[in-house]
Structures are given as structure tokens and as C-alpha cells.
């Protein structure tokens, strides 16, 4: 018999890529789903199975962190082996503005997780994985940061991710619960959302390219990330729940970029050259030059006329409503720790995960371009 895992936050990117890879170790996937007025599976439409299927290795539920009557009806109904806990309003910007949600799903959700576990007589079966951040660094307090290093929130979500972990690691201490938190530095994927950085700049970067939008607004281009591909961070996921007790581990590529530095690396994916003038909210982009072939190689030769005429104009600029009241401006992660303990070491570097988002947008752009004009009457007579 293969492991039952349950993840909560299971139609976001992680949610997807962390399934993809249970199922592909022999795993039943259980999973929860809050109920929207549109479909939002996605991600995860491809794993899924309907309900006369036998053996079904995806089952999803309905469900919300903030209901704790539902998450412990799951957890009873899964009797899971694994939980991980990815479930949350993972926007640093929109917990500005819905600070008590955040508190409510991200934090006490996490308390609901745990205790349902340990209402029900679980403590000695099921492991739980909390999906902890980086984001409790925030004002960083040590260059770079490890498992020791003291947190300094700086948002509502960091806020109510702090209270995730420390009661992660009381409920470990209090109850002897496999219980472990992942301090996972950013990661991205063409399947990230599209308002966090960089899939906003892959996708603009994408559309700007093939004459579908003027220019790309950003906040802060100056703060730095240590950005990873979440496929490399799911594998970290599933490691620290097969360790002989439960841990805190940050896993992150111990590189740190800033987002002036990425949009540079996504227009010469397309071999565009875009150069940056001017400070603070006067700073601009402007297309400096063009690869031709390369461009003709990423975008395709029907775009480059039309491309060549905007060298000079502005591509980049700023836009003060993505300033954040606190922002955090450095982050880089030190995986020693993982990579020793675990074993985890990741696939991808940035150029290579930029290069994936990049060639997923540009086909993605193309083909939405492509529907948009009609092209979806073409398929239906295809079809
Ligand atoms: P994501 O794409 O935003 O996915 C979040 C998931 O949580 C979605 O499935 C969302 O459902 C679900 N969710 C939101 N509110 C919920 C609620 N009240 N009850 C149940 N589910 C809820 O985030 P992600 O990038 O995959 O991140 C996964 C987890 O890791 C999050 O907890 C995030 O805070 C944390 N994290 C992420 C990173 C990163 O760089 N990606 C780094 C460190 C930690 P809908 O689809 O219905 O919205
Ligand atoms: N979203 C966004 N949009 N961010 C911008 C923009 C913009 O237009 N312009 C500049 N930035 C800056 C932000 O101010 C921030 O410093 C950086 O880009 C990264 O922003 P996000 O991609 O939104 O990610 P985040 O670092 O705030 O949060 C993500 O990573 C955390 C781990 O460190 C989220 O995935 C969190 O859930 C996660 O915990």
C-alpha cells in the first residue's frame, strides 16, 4: 500500500507541482479546495480523475483553513500519513490590505491543521509539513540567512506565518508530533501566479515582445530575492517529512537578484537589450538594442519589424502603488543545512528557471492572442 498524503492549498503552484511528484512516488493524493464561482483546477486538471474512476491516486475535497469543523472532518475522513500545509493568502502586498484573513488562514489555519491532528489520535501517524518563509526575516538581521537566524516580520502575512511556525514547533515539543517547518526562500514557475514578480515580468516581458502591451510597471526593482524553481522546492517538501523526527530546514539557493537584474534576464532571453536610467520613481527601461536572430529564435520572425521599430522607446517603468508600507529589501537563504541533512540540492539556476517561464508565457501569450482574435471558432470546425 502506497502513503496517504494530504495537501491543503492544493490548486496553487506549489499545491500542483507537490502532487505531480507524490503521485509519480506512488501516492494517494488527497486534496483541499476551497469552493470559487469559476474553476480553478487548473493546475491539477491533468492528475485528476472523476469519481468512477477505481483507485483514483487525486481525490479532492472542499474546504477551508478558516473552518475548522471541515479540516478536521478531512483529516478524519483522509486519515492521512502526511500532511503538508500549503494552504494560504500568500500575498505579501494583499495581506496590506486583509490583514485579519491573513491572520485567520495562515495562521490560526495552521493551529486547526495540528490540533485536528491532535483531537483525533493521529499525533503518531500523521507527519505535518508547514509551509513556512522567508518572509519572516524581513528586516534581515544576519547576511545570509539559516535556521538560527532571529525573524523580523515586516508584513501582516509574515505576521501570521510567524505564529504558523512557532506553534509548528510547539506543537512538535509539546505533543512529540512529526511536526517540521520548510523556511522556503521564493519560487517560481510558469505556473506562478501572475501578480507576484516574476511571472508579472515574464508575462509582460512576453506580451511587450509580441505587440500586445506597451510597457511593464513595477514597485521596488532595487529588493533582491533568492529565487528558485519550485519543482526543486517540492522534492525539499517531501524530504523533510521522511526524516526520523520532525525540523526546521531553509531551503533556498544561497543566490540573491534583484528585480532590475531579472527583467534584464527575461527581454535578453528574447534577445533584447533594455537599459535602465534615472532613480527611484523616475527610473525607466528603454530597449537599447536587438538580437535579431535570437529574438527571431524566441518570438518568431513575424514579430521583429514591428519590434524594430520601438528601439528607444520606454519598456520599464515605476509605478508607486506596488510600493510596499514595509518592504523587505534583501533576502538570500544559506541551505547548508538541507543540503547536508536532506540531501537536497537543486536542478535549476536562475537562468534556466527564467528561460522555463519565459518559453512557457511567450507560447501562452500566442496562443490567448490567438483565441482572442476568433482563433477558437478555427478549433471548434477542427474539432
Ligand atoms: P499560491 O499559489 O498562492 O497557492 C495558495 C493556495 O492556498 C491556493 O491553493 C489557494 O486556493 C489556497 N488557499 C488560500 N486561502 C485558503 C484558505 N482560506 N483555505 C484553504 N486554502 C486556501 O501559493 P504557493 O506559491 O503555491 O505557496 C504555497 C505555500 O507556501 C503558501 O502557504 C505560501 O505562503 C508558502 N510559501 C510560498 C513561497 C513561494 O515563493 N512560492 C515561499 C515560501 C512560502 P485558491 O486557489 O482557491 O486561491
Ligand atoms: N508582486 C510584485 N509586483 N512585487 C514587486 C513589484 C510588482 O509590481 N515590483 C517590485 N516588486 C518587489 C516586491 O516589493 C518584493 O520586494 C519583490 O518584488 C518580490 O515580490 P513578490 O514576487 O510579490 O514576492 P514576495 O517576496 O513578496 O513574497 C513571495 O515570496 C515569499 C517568500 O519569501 C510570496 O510567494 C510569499 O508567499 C512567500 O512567502
Same mark, same amino acid.
Given at each position: 500500500m502506497g502513503k496517504v498524503a494530504l495537501i491543503t492549498g492544493i490548486t496553487g503552484q506549489d499545491g500542483a507541482y507537490l502532487a505531480e511528484y507524490l503521485i509519480g512516488l506512488g501516492y494517494t493524493v488527497h486534496g483541499i479546495k476551497r469552493r470559487v464561482s469559476l474553476f480553478n483546477t487548473e493546475r491539477i486538471d491533468h492528475l485528476y480523475d472523476g469519481p468512477?474512476?477505481?483507485?483514483?491516486?487525486l481525490v479532492l475535497h472542499y474546504g477551508d483553513l478558516t473552518d475548522s469543523m471541515n479540516i478536521t472532518r478531512i483529516i478524519q475522513e483522509v486519515q492521512p500519513d502526511e500532511i503538508y500545509?500549503?494552504?494560504?493568502?500568500?500575498?505579501v502586498k494583499v495581506s496590506f490590505e486583509s490583514p485579519e484573513y491573513a491572520a485567520d488562514a495562515d495562521g490560526i489555519g495552521t493551529l486547526r491543521v495540528l490540533e485536528a491532528v491532535r483531537l483525533l489520535g493521529l499525533t503518531e501517524k500523521t507527519r505535518i509539513y508547514q509551509a513556512s518563509t522567508s518572509e519572516l526575516y524581513g528586516l534581515v538581521q544576519e547576511v545570509p540567512q539559516r535556521e538560527t537566524t532571529p525573524f523580523y516580520p515586516r508584513s501582516p502575512y509574515a505576521c501570521a506565518k510567524l505564529y504558523g511556525y512557532w506553534i509548528t514547533v510547539n506543537y512538535r515539543e509539546a505533543y512529540n508530533m512529526h511536526a517540521s517547518n520548510g523556511i522556503l526562500f521564493n519560487h517560481e514557475s510558469?505556473? %506562478?501566479?501572475?501578480?507576484f514578480v516574476t511571472r508579472k515580468i515574464t508575462r509582460a516581458a512576453s506580451k511587450i515582445a509580441l505587440g500586445q502591451q506597451n510597457a511593464l510597471y513595477l514597485g521596488n526593482m532595487s529588493a533582491k530575492r533568492d529565487w528558485g524553481h519550485a519543482k526543486d522546492y517540492v522534492r525539499a517538501m517531501h524530504a523533510i517529512l521522511q526524516q526520523p523526527a520532525g525540523d526546521d530546514y531553509v531551503i533556498a539557493t544561497g543566490i540573491t537578484t534583484t528585480v532590475r537584474d531579472f527583467v534584464t534576464m527575461s527581454f535578453i532571453y528574447m534577445g533584447i537589450e533594455v537599459e535602465f536610467k534615472g532613480e527611484g520613481v523616475d527610473e525607466i527601461g528603454v530597449?537599447?538594442?536587438?538580437n535579431e536572430d535570437k529574438f527571431i529564435e524566441a518570438v518568431g520572425a513575424e514579430y521583429l519589424d514591428a519590434f524594430k521599430a %520601438?528601439?528607444?522607446?520606454?519598456i520599464v517603468a515605476v509605478d508607486e %502603488?506596488?510600493? %510596499?508600507?514595509?518592504?523587505?529589501e534583501l533576502l538570500i537563504g544559506d541551505p547548508t543545512k538541507s543540503k547536508t541533512v536532506l540531501g537536497w540540492e537543486p536542478e535549476y539556476d536562475l537562468a534556466a528557471l527564467c528561460e522555463d517561464m519565459m518559453k512557457s508565457d511567450i507560447y501562452l501569450m500566442k496562443k490567448d492572442a490567438y483565441l482572442h482574435k476568433g482563433g477558437y471558432k478555427i478549433l471548434k470546425n477542427l474539432e
Open positions: 468512477e474512476v477505481k483507485d483514483r491516486k500545509n500549503l494552504g494560504a493568502m500568500s500575498h510558469p505556473l %506562478r501566479g501572475e501578480t530597449i537599447k538594442s536587438i %520601438r528601439i528607444g522607446q520606454t %502603488r506596488y510600493f %510596499r508600507p514595509t518592504e523587505v
